[in-house]
């Protein structure tokens, strides 16, 4: 049996070799697409099917808060105290434990740096798996509240500041004036799930250690809400979704008068629990799913030109079967020949593919990182492996089975006597007119839907931004305790920007935040009949934020001073909520109740909408502009060309204000709005190639099966011609044989794309966009691009002469 096997591949070795481009054009089609598919298959078993490195992943779930308004809900936002209820009444987890994200100043590093840390109870190292790579994990509590003076830190954070230096246990953390003893590093292959700071942690606090709540001077309110927060549990036997979201439902209804009081605009508050991989994968599987789609399609039309390969690999193929039949040859052992090709050919091209989607792999994870969940997991795993295997053998024996369909056996005997003929069957023009039509229908389906996901990020790459970010920082300073009146935080504000003027090769100074962010602050505003609006982004800003970021003042004025020091109470927005609140007029001189209950704000301007990239579909560039009173001191710098500004920097400028300065943010706008849109920049590149190169390998395919099928066709039609048709009459047949196909293809897969987007279309909105100009450019280039691959062969042989078309029989 080896022997056998043996001696096939070995023949099949020997055959392949006399036929290098035929080699080469196989395994070359075959690796390149199916590299790009095993990369996605990559991404796809990651976010479906490669068990998660958590604790009892399939009853493992995520709490969160539905806050119910009169006109609208909006989830995923919590509030300390439900959690806190809920994770002390609940009977429906075996395990649970509440986390929150957030950052801080750690102040006796140098710098003062900003770090991203989690605040977690006991349960939650057990429940994700935290390894160490030193010390050990902090101490357990009798009680979530009990404060606890520890730390664990990240691999690189020990890295970066302590230089990987073993002695860094027992060492201490300054937070808020409080000291935390450094008990443990987290593993180096670690990394936090991604809905707590993009995974991104470098520091590990307990629960109770989060300011936020856990204080004596102002704890968290009922309405003071955060996305981040999360309750995480795992489900016990018998408890489902629906009677866990039930007991807690029934929880905090006990507790309504609390949250009521101070939640007054609430109508009600009910949980959500989702299960983990759903909740950390948020609208992202949407986007594997049509990655894969998408790839899938790709291949097919791979497997049709490569299918067109073999057919004509079988006119030369008969020859030496012929041979072999003549010398005892069995049909079995002719068949096992053409396998023995075909599966070297298919062996050849999986093992290259998964070589380059390897390397597409780390390409993958370097573009996709901090941008996409359960990146860190992507991996050619078990699931990409098998697949491999499985295709390998199903390929092999599809182009063994096309080849041995074309080759009449029982006439191989009579092979050498015949001189051939009647040993290859033709291929049927039905055959022919199928696999066009199905290449034309998967290539338009790709092309279509590229187009579409194209657009949505040249729409969104184009939109006007609302503010500049070439070369600006946006920088929040603070002074540590500082309980001054806000007439001396005032004063405090213009010495901190007239510090930030004089640090070298500043252009410009500006007062307040910027919203050009990964995330947003948002709320509501109620007008004087008691009617509160949805949650609406909003920014503090200053007097000179317009001007300097170049957001224009379409209608009324700018903050007065006196807004800023605390004096009146104004605001403005954007034209988008002007015409949200008021469609048919005008705010300016409308008056709304927002944080102070006693102090209604005023409009007095109207701005150009702010479109946040990220956010555009569900904001549509509404925006809040509060006067940006001296609290905190928020200052926009802008560098000169060239010139670069660095955290340390602005410190020691703050520094020389008042040796009680820190710096609470320090962020390059250019870099944060790179950010916000380095995933469009990537869809726009891959969707250019892909819609390139689907169209060209579709060509190629319909070029190559109609050129193959003319070919055969050469002394039907040139007896035609010899017998004096006309090339009208030649042209009118084969365009019927072949045109009609592909205006069927063409308009079936119009229908079905232009079908899926309005039938998915609030599925798929955050990844694809419609403009009839576009589809009606592409599907007219499509168009063209069959027509060139159908009439360029049959322009070749109608214009042969008829004799020299019969010569050839």
Same mark, same amino acid.
């Given at each position: 049996?080896?022997?056998?096997?043996?001696?096939?591949?070995?023949?099949?070795?020997?055959?392949?070799?006399?036929?290098?481009?035929?080699?080469?054009?196989?395994?070359?089609?075959?690796?390149?697409?199916?590299?790009?598919?095993?990369?996605?298959? $990559?991404?796809?078993?990651?976010?479906?099917?490669?068990?998660?490195?958590?604790?009892?992943?399939?009853?493992?779930?995520?709490?969160?808060?539905?806050?119910?308004?009169?006109?609208?809900?909006?989830?995923?936002?919590?509030?300390?105290? $439900?959690?806190?209820?809920?994770?002390?009444?609940?009977?429906?987890?075996?395990?649970?434990?509440?986390?929150?994200?957030?950052?801080?100043?750690?102040?006796?590093?140098?710098?003062?740096?900003?770090?991203?840390?989690?605040?977690? $109870?006991?349960?939650?190292?057990?429940?994700?798996?935290?390894?160490?790579?030193?010390?050990?994990?902090? %101490?357990?509590?009798? =009680?979530?509240?009990?404060?606890? /003076?520890?730390?664990?830190? %990240?691999?690189?954070?020990?890295?970066?500041?302590?230089?990987?230096?073993?002695?860094?246990? @027992?060492?201490?953390?300054?937070?808020?004036?409080?000291?935390?003893?450094?008990?443990?590093?987290?593993?180096?292959?670690?990394?936090?799930?991604?809905?707590?700071? =993009? @995974?991104?942690?470098?520091?590990?606090?307990?629960?109770?250690?989060?300011?936020?709540?856990?204080?004596?001077?102002?704890?968290?309110?009922?309405?003071?809400?955060?996305?981040?927060?999360?309750?995480?549990?795992?489900?016990?036997?018998?408890?489902?979704?629906? %009677?866990?979201?039930?007991?807690?439902?029934?929880?905090?209804?006990?507790?309504?008068?609390?949250?009521?009081?101070?939640?007054?605009?609430?109508?009600?508050?009910?949980?959500?629990?989702?299960?983990?991989?759903?909740?950390?994968?948020?609208?992202?599987?949407?986007?594997?799913?049509?990655?894969?789609?998408?790839?899938?399609?790709?291949?097919?039309?791979?497997?049709?030109?490569?299918?067109?390969?073999?057919?004509?690999?079988?006119?030369?193929?008969?020859?030496?079967?012929?041979?072999?039949?003549?010398?005892?040859?069995?049909?079995?052992?002719?068949?096992?020949?053409?396998?023995?090709?075909?599966?070297?050919?298919?062996? %050849?091209?999986?093992?290259?593919?998964?070589?380059?989607?390897?390397?597409?792999?780390?390409?993958?994870?370097?573009?996709?990182? @901090?941008?996409?969940?359960?990146?860190?997991?992507?991996?050619? /795993?078990?699931?990409?492996?098998?697949?491999?295997?499985?295709?390998?053998?199903?390929?092999?024996?599809?182009?063994?089975?096309?080849?041995?369909?074309?080759?009449?056996? +029982?006439?191989?005997?009579?092979?050498?006597?015949?001189?051939?003929?009647?040993?290859?069957?033709?291929?049927?023009?039905?055959?022919?007119?199928?696999?066009?039509?199905?290449?034309?229908?998967?290539?338009?389906?790709?092309?279509?839907?590229?187009?579409?996901?194209?657009?949505?990020?040249?729409?969104?790459?184009?939109?006007?931004?609302? $503010?500049?970010?070439?070369?600006?920082?946006?920088?929040?300073?603070?002074?540590?305790?500082?309980?001054?009146?806000?007439?001396?935080?005032? !004063?405090?504000?213009? +010495?901190?920007?007239?510090?930030?003027?004089?640090?070298?090769?500043?252009?410009?100074?500006?007062?307040?935040?910027?919203?050009?962010?990964?995330?947003?602050?948002?709320?509501?505003?109620?007008?004087?009949?008691?009617?509160?609006?949805?949650?609406?982004?909003?920014?503090?800003?200053?007097?000179?934020?317009?001007?300097?970021?170049?957001?224009?003042?379409?209608?009324?004025?700018?903050?007065?001073?006196?807004?800023?020091?605390?004096?009146?109470?104004?605001?403005?927005?954007?034209?988008?909520?002007?015409?949200?609140?008021?469609?048919?007029?005008?705010?300016?001189?409308?008056?709304?109740?927002?944080? /102070?209950?006693?102090?209604?704000?005023?409009?007095?301007?109207?701005?150009?909408?702010?479109?946040?990239?990220?956010?555009?579909?569900? /904001?549509?560039?509404?925006?809040?502009?509060?006067?940006?009173? #001296?609290?905190?001191?928020?200052?926009?710098?802008?560098?000169?060309?060239?010139?670069?500004?660095?955290?340390?920097?602005?410190?020691?400028?703050?520094?020389?204000?008042?040796?009680?300065?820190?710096?609470?943010?320090?962020?390059?706008?250019?870099?944060?709005?790179?950010?916000?849109?380095?995933? !469009?920049?990537?869809?726009?590149?891959?969707?250019?190639?892909?819609?390139?190169?689907?169209?060209?390998?579709?060509?190629?395919?319909?070029?190559?099966?109609?050129?193959?099928?003319?070919?055969?066709?050469?002394?039907?039609?040139?007896?035609?011609?010899?017998?004096?048709?006309?090339?009208?009459?030649?042209?009118?047949?084969?365009?019927? !044989?072949?045109?009609? #196909?592909?205006?069927?293809?063409?308009?079936?897969?119009?229908?079905?794309?232009? @079908?899926?987007?309005?039938?998915?279309?609030?599925?798929?909105?955050?990844?694809?966009?419609?403009?009839?100009?576009?589809?009606?450019?592409?599907?007219?280039?499509?168009?063209?691009?069959?027509?060139?691959?159908?009439?360029?062969?049959?322009?070749?042989?109608?214009?042969?002469?008829?004799?020299?078309?019969?010569?050839?029989?």
């Amino acid at each position: 049996m080896m022997t056998r096997l043996r001696m096939h591949l070995h023949m099949a070795l020997l055959s392949l070799r006399q036929t290098p481009g035929f080699v080469a054009a196989v395994v070359a089609t075959l690796a390149i697409t199916l590299a790009c598919f095993f990369v996605v298959m $990559s991404l796809f078993s990651s976010y479906f099917v490669a068990p998660l490195n958590v604790e009892q992943e399939s009853r493992l779930v995520i709490v969160e808060q539905d806050n119910i308004y009169p006109d609208y809900n909006s989830p995923g936002f919590q509030s300390f105290q $439900s959690v806190l209820h809920w994770y002390e009444t609940q009977t429906s987890f075996s395990r649970q434990a509440l986390v929150n994200s957030g950052e801080d100043v750690i102040s006796n590093l140098p710098g003062e740096p900003r770090i991203a840390i989690t605040y977690a $109870s006991d349960g939650y190292f057990e429940l994700f798996r935290v390894p160490l790579a030193l010390g050990q994990h902090m %101490s357990r509590q009798q =009680r979530v509240q009990e404060p606890l /003076d520890e730390v664990l830190i %990240s691999y690189d954070f020990w890295q970066r500041y302590y230089g990987g230096d073993d002695n860094v246990i @027992g060492q201490t953390l300054v937070k808020l004036d409080k000291h935390y003893r450094i008990v443990g590093v987290v593993a180096k292959n670690y990394q936090d799930p991604y809905m707590f700071n =993009r @995974g991104d942690n470098q520091l590990w606090f307990k629960f109770s250690a989060d300011a936020r709540y856990f204080n004596d001077d102002n704890p968290s309110a009922w309405w003071n809400l955060f996305r981040g927060m999360k309750l995480v549990g795992v489900l016990k036997p018998g408890a489902t979704k629906a %009677s866990t979201e039930a007991e807690l439902y029934q929880n905090i209804q006990e507790i309504k008068a609390q949250w009521k009081e101070e939640f007054d605009e609430l109508d009600d508050l009910k949980p959500i629990v989702t299960p983990f991989r759903q909740a950390e994968l948020g609208d992202n599987d949407d986007l594997a799913i049509m990655l894969l789609a998408g790839v899938t399609g790709l291949v097919l039309i791979a497997l049709l030109n490569v299918s067109n390969l073999f057919i004509a690999r079988a006119v030369a193929k008969h020859k030496t079967l012929a041979l072999q039949a003549v010398l005892g040859a069995k049909r079995k052992t002719l068949f096992a020949s053409i396998l023995s090709e075909t599966f070297v050919l298919m062996a %050849s091209a999986v093992a290259i593919a998964l070589f380059i989607a390897a390397w597409g792999v780390k390409l993958f994870k370097w573009v996709s990182s @901090g941008h996409l969940p359960l990146v860190h997991t992507v991996g050619i /795993d078990i699931t990409v492996v098998s697949s491999a295997l499985i295709l390998c053998i199903l390929l092999a024996l599809l182009f063994a089975w096309i080849t041995s369909r074309l080759i009449n056996f +029982k006439q191989l005997r009579s092979q050498v006597q015949s001189s051939g003929k009647g040993a290859v069957s033709q291929v049927s023009m039905r055959t022919v007119k199928w696999m066009i039509a199905i290449q034309l229908f998967l290539a338009t389906s790709l092309v279509i839907t590229a187009t579409m996901v194209l657009h949505k990020s040249v729409e969104t790459l184009q939109r006007p931004l609302g $503010s500049r970010v070439d070369n600006i920082y946006q920088v929040m300073a603070f002074i540590e305790k500082n309980r001054d009146e806000l007439s001396k935080r005032y !004063d405090d504000l213009q +010495k901190f920007l007239h510090a930030a003027e004089q640090i070298p090769g500043v252009k410009a100074v500006a007062h307040g935040q910027s919203p050009v962010d990964r995330g947003k602050r948002a709320s509501t505003i109620t007008d004087m009949s008691g009617k509160g609006s949805i949650f609406i982004p909003q920014t503090w800003v200053g007097q000179d934020y317009f001007e300097f970021t170049g957001l224009k003042i379409i209608e009324g004025r700018n903050f007065s001073e006196a807004a800023i020091r605390g004096e009146k109470h104004e605001f403005l927005v954007t034209k988008a909520v002007n015409d949200l609140l008021k469609p048919e007029g005008s705010l300016i001189g409308e008056k709304f109740y927002s944080f /102070d209950p006693d102090n209604p704000v005023e409009v007095v301007g109207i701005t150009e909408n702010f479109n946040h990239p990220k956010f555009y579909d569900e /904001d549509l560039g509404r925006h809040l502009w509060w006067p940006a009173q #001296p609290y905190g001191f928020a200052i926009m710098i802008e560098m000169q060309p060239g010139q670069q500004l660095q955290r340390e920097t602005v410190f020691q400028a703050m520094q020389q204000v008042s040796n009680r300065a820190g710096i609470w943010t320090f962020k390059s706008l250019e870099e944060q709005y790179a950010a916000i849109t380095h995933l !469009d920049k990537v869809t726009l590149m891959l969707c250019t190639a892909l819609g390139i190169f689907t169209l060209l390998l579709a060509g190629i395919g319909i070029y190559g099966v109609l050129s193959y099928n003319l070919r055969l066709r050469r002394y039907e039609l040139g007896m035609r011609m010899a017998l004096g048709a006309k090339r009208k009459l030649l042209y009118r047949q084969l365009i019927k !044989d072949t045109i009609m #196909p592909l205006v069927a293809a063409f308009l079936l897969a119009l229908g079905v794309s232009l @079908g899926g987007y309005i039938l998915f279309q609030q599925s798929v909105m955050l990844w694809l966009s419609l403009n009839p100009l576009w589809l009606l450019f592409v599907s007219a280039a499509i168009i063209v691009f069959a027509l060139a691959s159908v009439i360029w062969p049959m322009r070749q042989l109608i214009h042969d002469e008829p004799m020299a078309a019969l010569k050839q029989q």
